[in-house]
Structures are given as C-alpha cells and as structure tokens.
C-alpha cells in the first residue's frame, strides 16, 4: 500500500474556524467528497487542496468544520464525512467501527522556545525537568536569566500522547505552573508572544504559520525529515485518513492520488514526512539489546528494500511480552520475531500467524536446558531444593521447561522448592548468572548457549547440562492475521477500475515468506542471514508447534491461562 497520502481534490471550505470560498459545491455531486479535518492536519490539507484540484479539476473536496480526532473518526462511523484526516491511529474501541487508518505522513513535533530564548539544544532529562518544575529559570541550563514560562496541552491531545510516551514517561508530573492550552493555534500564539516561554507544537504547524520560533535540538538530534525517516527522533504524530473498510470510488480515486510521487513532494514541501505503509516488526529479549540490533537490523532493512518504496518496515526493540502483546492489541506492531511460549500467549490474545524461522545447520528448533557450575555440587534436580535459580519470564525455554521438568518429577510450584527465583531479563544474562555464581542453576534456550560457548570457552569447561527439553520451533516471524495493506482490498473491490498503487504486496504474509526463504539465493540475502546467525529460513505453521501444545496440556494450561493472567511476578 502506499502513503496513502492526501486528499483527493480538496475544494475546501477554507480555514480550519469555518468559512471560505471554497465551499461552493454541490454536496450532491457525484464526485464530492466530504473531509472532517483536525487543526492539527489542515496544514497539510491546504496545499494538497491546490495540487489535486489542479490536476483532478472533477473531483471536488468540502472541509467540514475542524473538530478533534474522535468527533471526525464518528462523522466517518455515522456517515457525515466520507474521510476523516487525524493525528493519531485508530484507538480499539473505534476498531469496532469497521474503518481503517491509513498511516499518509508523519508531522514532526518540535519542541521550541520564544525566539529571543538563546537556547539551541536541551537533553530529554533536561525537558523533564522543565516541565515537571525541578528547572524553572533559563540560567540554570546555559540561558539567561529569565523565569521559565512551561506551555503544555491537556493529556487527551494528540501531540501531548506522544510527548508523554516518547519523552515524558507516564510518571511525570507536569508543574502546576504549566500553562495548559486546549488548541494547537493556541500553543502558536504564545510561544509567538510570551517571552521567556517553552512549548511544543509541529513542524507542519510553524512552516504554515508566519512564526518565529527558537526549534530545539534533542539530545543533539534535530528535528529534521531525515532524522524522523531514519528513526534517530522519535517524536512525531502520525497523520492518517480514516476510512470505510468497503469505500467508495471517488474514496478510492483520493487514496489513489495519494500515492502518487506528486502527493508526497507536496507533503515535503510542507514540513511533513511521507511514510508508506509502516510495517513494524519487534523483537522482545533474547540477549542484550545491542545484539538484537545487530542481528535483525540487516534482515528488517532487507525486507524493506524488497517491498519496495511504498512500504517501510521498521524494527522495535521492546522490553517484555507485555509491552509486545499491548503494541499487537493497538496495532503498532504487525509482526514480531518471538519463541514458541511467547507465540502461545500472544494467540491467545490476537490472531496471529507464524510465517518462517531461522534454520542453522540443519536446525531450526531449539530446546530448553537446565544447567548448572560444575563445581555446585549438585548432581540431579533434588540438590537444587532451596538453591537460587535463574528463569526468563514468558519463554519456553526458561520459564515453561523449568516448571514442566520439576512438576514430572513431583514439583508441583517450583518457586516453593528452588529459591530464591531470579528472573533474569535475557538468555544470555540467565546463563552469565549461573557462570559467574549469582544462582547455582538456571534455565536458558540452547542455541543461545552454544552461541555463547563459541564466544567464551568457560562455558562449555565450566558449565553441566542436568537436562534438555522437547525441540519447539525456534523465534519465529509471527504476523497479526488482520494485518492489512488497506488499498489491496479497496482496489479489488473497484474491479480495477481505479489503479492499483505499485510495488505492494496483495498477500503480506505470503510476500513476507517468499522474501525470508529466498534469502539464501542471493549474495545479499546470503550477508543478512550470516548476520542473524542462520543458513536459512523455513516455513512454518501452526502445526510445527505440537511439542508446545504438549507441555502446555501437562502443565494444565490452555490459551485462556494467558489472557492476561498468566505473568508470574
């Protein structure tokens, strides 16, 4: 799917407080589209208005009165608009509104101080401070001698979402001196006035504007197209169209010129960052977080290039199955790289299905492994009751095994006959754990182990196996069934009688295996894999997970213990 990017031929009714000559056009018309716009996305809308009409003279565009994203997502549910513009992705309760985003650009949020401020560059800890009132005066971080005055918006605005997820934290508690403002034009107009002052807005909003903003670099990144598209500043508002999952034609006609190379150099024109359908696929701790980029960054980028420019795929480090299955529910993550007791929680919550895994040397499986110091003493699971033990919450290997091994050998609660349990954040700090003598035994998946081995000989010369697991596959691509190229069905339900956008895959999963498994055919292909540490991937099913289903059954469990219950803390 491509940026579904703008409008179709915007004949608006003019500013985002009501009127202009613009809404002059017979809502009855054939090729009349209704648009429910927000503040926040009408800059972006005026000069794709300019560029449709210009090249689309017959299709005709009305602006309703801007309101917020949820009033213009229920003008769509209701039948008032025909496409809404917003800020943000659908939340799950509009899920249930048949509609669907279509991410079209992202607008770049800036944080910016009254332009007689001379200040260039603040850290991230720096803006906390500001804005939870620890720094109130400008000399105490390298500006003059001037009162900090803190422009916020409420905690439901779009812009203020992301400020807290990104940058703030969900903790952080604002001044009661903040001066809090209810609209985007406000944030403007008092940074524009108010000497002294520090605020966010959007980069869309000041190159549409005649302001004169101080823009702030973060942590030494500027809040530049490139650094968004690059993923190096994170903080931006993603711009959409909504739309009826069974859309019209003239809908379609506007989705279409959307994807168009025209569209997207109106949106860069406009300090906007045009994105192509993001395809974000996340990885959850297996070793350390740096090892993980190292290893999957190349196959991601891979991907990426061979969907083609319309479609990006961006990886996500996230740091436990909660934050992951939370992502899954509101769609912020298509996809995810996981083991098989984690692939079991998150179906038991959200569809999903496995595409392919990495095999090595003829092996794609992995196994749990229970071990120990060699120097422990401890010769069989009986001389582990009342030792400390390492375990990974939510993995096969090292959370499921352990439980299953001890309850076949009259266990029953493992945490009441091992202890202290420490759980330990990745496999590679469980096996460390033990190596090192913080636990006498722990758990760990095995092809973590041996890759390890390679790396420290201690390992193999002072580590013993006390028992091995069932294989299950090993981490799996594993993609949200409802995962959707929206465009793909809109254009098969035309018949073909809008074009169909290039380079996008019409089966996303299908397309995503045929990639991974030709990957050893290629020299490029060859490199990325050799930096996963596979020879290949090979498909996977539902099926190949039958060892799993196994240990859940003689643990008792089924997939309605993972509803959000089964998390041990």
């Known amino acids: 799917m491509g940026t579904l990017g703008a409008m179709a031929c915007l004949v608006a009714c003019g500013a985002p407080e009501g009127s202009s000559s613009r809404n002059d056009v017979s809502a009855e018309a054939e090729a009349v589209l209704r648009i429910a716009v927000s503040e926040f996305?009408?800059?972006?809308?005026?000069?794709?208005?300019?560029?449709?009409?210009?090249?689309?003279?017959?299709?005709?565009?009305?602006?309703?009165?801007?309101?917020?994203?949820?009033?213009?997502?229920?003008?769509?549910?209701?039948?008032?608009?025909?496409?809404?513009?917003?800020?943000?992705?659908?939340?799950?309760?509009?899920?249930?509104?048949?509609?669907?985003?279509?991410?079209?650009?992202?607008?770049?949020?800036?944080?910016?101080?009254?332009?007689?401020?001379?200040?260039?560059?603040?850290?991230?800890?720096?803006?906390?401070?500001?804005?939870?009132?620890?720094?109130?005066?400008?000399?105490?971080?390298?500006?003059?001698?001037?009162?900090?005055?803190?422009?916020?918006?409420?905690?439901?605005?779009?812009?203020?979402?992301?400020?807290?997820?990104?940058?703030?934290g969900p903790d952080l508690q604002i001044t009661p001196d903040a001066v809090v403002l209810e609209r985007p034009r406000a944030m403007n107009t008092s940074l524009d006035s108010i000497e002294g002052s520090i605020g966010y807005t959007t980069l869309g909003q000041i190159v549409s504007g005649s302001f004169e903003f101080n823009v702030l670099d973060i942590d030494g990144i500027s809040p530049t197209?490139?650094?968004?598209?690059?993923?190096?500043?994170?903080?931006?508002?993603?711009?959409?169209?909504?739309?009826?999952?069974?859309?019209?034609?003239?809908?379609?006609?506007?989705?279409?010129?959307?994807?168009r190379e025209t569209a997207r150099n109106v949106m860069i024109g406009s300090g906007f960052v045009p994105t192509s359908l993001n395809m974000v696929i996340a990885t959850i701790p297996e070793t350390a977080v740096i090892n993980q980029e190292d290893r999957y960054r190349p196959l991601v980028d891979h991907l990426s290039a061979a969907l083609g420019p319309r479609t990006r795929v961006t990886l996500r480090h996230l740091s436990s199955y909660d934050e992951l299955l939370e992502e899954f529910q509101l769609g912020s993550v298509n996809a995810a790289f996981f083991g098989s007791f984690v692939y079991a929680l998150t179906r038991g919550v959200v569809e999903v299905d496995p595409i392919a895994r990495p095999e090595r040397d003829g092996v794609s499986e992995y196994r749990g492994l229970i071990f120990t110091r060699q120097d422990s003493g401890v010769e069989d699971w009986k001389d582990l009751r009342g030792k400390p033990f390492s375990m990974i919450r939510n993995t096969t290997a090292a959370d499921l095994f352990p439980r299953l091994y001890f309850k076949q050998h009259g266990v029953d609660d493992v945490s009441e006959f091992v202890g202290p349990i420490s759980y330990a954040g990745s496999h590679d700090a469980s096996i460390l754990a033990v190596l090192n003598g913080d636990v006498t035994a722990g758990a760990a998946k095995d092809l973590v182990f041996q890759r390890l081995a390679k790396e420290d000989p201690r390992i193999e010369s002072e580590l013993r196996i006390l028992a091995e697991s069932q294989p299950v596959p090993d981490n799996a691509l594993v993609i949200r069934r409802n995962v959707v190229f929206p465009c793909f069905g809109c254009h098969q339900r035309l018949d073909g009688e809008a074009a169909a956008i290039d380079d996008s895959p019409a089966d996303l999963p299908a397309r995503l295996r045929e990639e991974l498994l030709a990957l050893e055919d290629s020299p490029d292909g060859r490199e990325v894999l050799a930096r996963l540490g596979a020879d290949r991937f090979v498909a996977t099913t539902h099926a190949d997970y039958d060892n799993l289903y196994l240990m859940l059954e003689a643990l008792g469990m089924s997939f309605s213990d993972f509803r959000g219950t089964y998390v041990e803390r």
Not at 106 to 135: C, M, N, W
Not at 237 to 258: C, E, N, S, W, Y
């Open 225 to 259: 197209p490139k650094n968004v598209a690059d993923n190096r500043y994170m903080l931006a508002l993603q711009i959409g169209l909504v739309i009826d999952r069974h859309p019209t034609k003239k809908v379609m006609r506007l989705v279409d010129f959307a994807s």
């Open 41 to 168: 996305t009408y800059p972006l809308m005026t000069p794709l208005a300019d560029e449709i009409a210009r090249v689309e003279p017959d299709l005709k565009v009305v602006f309703l009165p801007t309101t917020h994203s949820r009033g213009n997502i229920a003008a769509v549910h209701t039948g008032d608009a025909d496409v809404a513009v917003i800020s943000r992705m659908l939340a799950p309760e509009e899920n249930a509104y048949e509609l669907e985003f279509l991410h079209l650009a992202d607008d770049i949020l800036v944080f910016a101080t009254h332009r007689d401020t001379p200040i260039e560059s603040l850290t991230a800890e720096q803006v906390r401070g500001i804005y939870s009132g620890k720094i109130v005066n400008w000399i105490e971080i390298g500006g003059t001698d001037e009162k900090i005055v803190v422009l916020d918006r409420p905690e439901h605005a779009s812009a203020k979402r992301v400020v807290r997820d990104k940058l703030f």
